[in-house]
Antibody
Framework: QVHLVQSGAEVKKPGASVRVSCKVS????????KHWVRQAPGKGLEWMGN????????IYARKFQGRVTLTEDTSTDTAYMELSSLRFEDTAVYYC???????????WGQGTLVTVSS | DIQMTQSPSSLSASVGDRVTITCRASQSISSYLSWYQHSPGKAPKLLIYAASSLQSGVPSRFSGSGSGTDFTLTISSLQPEDFATYYCQQSYISPYSFGQGTKLEIK
């Protein structure tokens, strides 16, 4: 069975960067297109971007362009989301999710809480 | 970007009730529409994909319909575990936008 296992909670100061990992087990990483979604406290789900393993391209939501970087390490079957220039409003739970051909997100990581606090 | 608008934003209902949540896209998305259930402290769970297909393992009381710009999620007989927040999401074109969510609460 395939699982997505994310790294643990982080506390960062404003202006810092954070990197969240998403390790795939039970399947080959390159077979799953990974997207990243976040949920800030009291807010809804927000799509951040995705890494397409077929062509190695990334697509970022306009809101995060210039601050977010999505990468994958096929040697360790791990995907990464790095968010820079953190602001208080980046405090959120960040999820990775795998996408099927129909576009639905069928598998999700357990979520990683990132807290931005001075 | 495609905007997804859900209604209502919140809904109070009782166990056994039938409830319907609607989702409207700002432009046609064919049937590239998914529905998710999200409970506090848990990861979102896929319920419906391709507008009307039931994800494996999801109870048959959940159903979806629609195409183009207008979609609905129906729960035929609410169970205690169904009280959560529901989101629609389009995957027709990036960014894969979500609706703002519908919080389903116990009356």
């Amino acid at each position: 069975q395939v699982h997505l296992v994310q790294s643990g909670a982080e506390v960062k100061k404003p202006g810092a960067s954070v990197r969240v990992s998403c390790k795939v087990s039970g399947y080959t990483l390159t077979g799953l297109s990974k997207h990243w979604v976040r949920q800030a406290p009291g807010k809804g789900l927000e799509w951040m971007g995705n890494f397409d393993p077929e062509d190695g391209e990334t697509i970022y939501a306009r809101k995060f362009q210039g601050r977010v970087t999505l990468t994958e390490d096929t040697s360790t079957d791990t995907a990464y989301m790095e968010l820079s220039s953190l602001r208080f409003e980046d405090t959120a739970v960040y999820y990775c999710a795998s996408v099927r051909a129909d576009g639905s997100f069928d598998l999700w990581g357990q979520g990683t809480l990132v807290t931005v606090s001075s | 970007d495609i905007q997804m608008t859900q209604s209502p934003s919140s809904l109070s209902a009782s166990v056994g009730d039938r409830v319907t949540i609607t989702c409207r896209a700002s432009q046609s998305i064919s049937s590239y529409l998914s529905w998710y259930q999200h409970s506090p402290g848990k990861a979102p769970k896929l319920l419906i994909y391709a507008a009307s297909s039931l994800q494996s393992g999801v109870p048959s009381r959940f159903s979806g319909s629609g195409s183009g710009t207008d979609f609905t999620l129906t729960i035929s007989s609410l169970q205690p575990e169904d009280f959560a927040t529901y989101y629609c999401q389009q995957s027709y074109i990036s960014p894969y936008s979500f609706g703002q969510g519908t919080k389903l609460e116990i009356k």
